[in-house]
C-alpha cells in the first residue's frame, strides 16, 4: 500500500540537486487532503504530481494543501474519474508559469499539465492514460508534447503513470 492509507501503491518519486519531485496515483481526492499535506511535508517535495483527482472543474480549486499552491491541472468534463494537477511548494509560486497543455488533451487517452519554474530552469509536466485509453493516440499527443518541449534547454521532469 501507498504512504496514503487507502491508496495503491502508486507513489514515485525524483529529485535533481537535491529538489524533489513526488508523483501519486491518489485515485481520487476526497478526503485524503490531510493525509497527502502529511505526506508532502514529510517527503519535502518542492513539486507534488498528481494523476487521478477524479475532481470536477472547480472542484479541484477547493483541495487545499497546506505549503502548496494547485499550479495547473487538468480535469475532465465528460467522463468519469481521471485529471492531473500540479502543485507547487509555497516557495516556488513566484517563479512559475502554467503551460498551456489544454489543446494536447483528449479525455481518457492524453491527460496533462504542466509548468515551468523559471529560477531552476525545470519544467515539470504530469501525464495520465487511462488503462482504457488508446495507446496510439497517448504517443502521439506524447510526441507532440516533446516537440513543442524540446525547444528550451531546460531540465524536464516527465511523470506520468499509465
Same mark, same amino acid.
Given at each position: 500500500?501507498?504512504?496514503?492509507?487507502?491508496?495503491?501503491?502508486?507513489?514515485?518519486?525524483?529529485?535533481?540537486?537535491?529538489?524533489?519531485?513526488?508523483?501519486?496515483?491518489?485515485?481520487?481526492?476526497?478526503?485524503?487532503?490531510?493525509?497527502?499535506?502529511?505526506?508532502?511535508?514529510?517527503?519535502?517535495?518542492?513539486?507534488?504530481?498528481?494523476? +487521478?483527482?477524479?475532481?470536477?472543474?472547480?472542484?479541484?480549486?477547493?483541495?487545499?494543501? +497546506?505549503?502548496?499552491?494547485?499550479?495547473?491541472?487538468?480535469?475532465?468534463?465528460?467522463?468519469?474519474?481521471?485529471?492531473?494537477?500540479?502543485?507547487?511548494?509555497?516557495?516556488?509560486?513566484?517563479?512559475?508559469?502554467?503551460?498551456?497543455?489544454?489543446?494536447?488533451?483528449?479525455?481518457?487517452?492524453?491527460?496533462?499539465?504542466?509548468?515551468?519554474?523559471?529560477?531552476?530552469?525545470?519544467?515539470?509536466?504530469?501525464?495520465?492514460?487511462?488503462?482504457?485509453?488508446?495507446?496510439?493516440?497517448?504517443?502521439?499527443?506524447?510526441?507532440?508534447?516533446?516537440?513543442?518541449?524540446?525547444?528550451?534547454?531546460?531540465?524536464?521532469?516527465?511523470?506520468?503513470?499509465?
Amino acid at each position: 500500500m501507498s504512504p496514503l492509507a487507502g491508496t495503491p501503491d502508486l507513489f514515485e518519486s525524483n529529485s535533481i540537486n537535491g529538489f524533489k519531485v513526488g508523483f501519486l496515483n491518489i485515485q481520487g481526492m476526497g478526503e485524503k487532503s490531510i493525509l497527502l499535506d502529511k505526506f508532502c511535508l514529510e517527503n519535502g517535495f518542492g513539486v507534488i504530481c498528481i494523476c +487521478e483527482h477524479w475532481c470536477k472543474g472547480v472542484e479541484l480549486d477547493y483541495k487545499i494543501l +497546506e505549503n502548496y499552491v494547485l499550479s495547473s491541472s487538468f480535469c475532465r468534463v465528460h467522463f468519469l474519474h481521471g485529471g492531473v494537477a500540479i502543485y507547487l511548494r509555497d516557495q516556488f509560486v513566484a517563479n512559475f508559469a502554467k503551460l498551456d497543455l489544454e489543446y494536447l488533451c483528449i479525455e481518457k487517452h492524453f491527460e496533462s499539465t504542466g509548468v515551468v519554474i523559471g529560477n531552476l530552469k525545470l519544467i515539470i509536466i504530469a501525464l495520465y492514460r487511462s488503462p482504457t485509453g488508446n495507446p496510439d493516440i497517448f504517443l502521439e499527443r506524447f510526441d507532440d508534447l516533446m516537440m513543442m518541449l524540446g525547444k528550451p534547454k531546460w531540465k524536464k521532469f516527465k511523470c506520468y503513470r499509465r
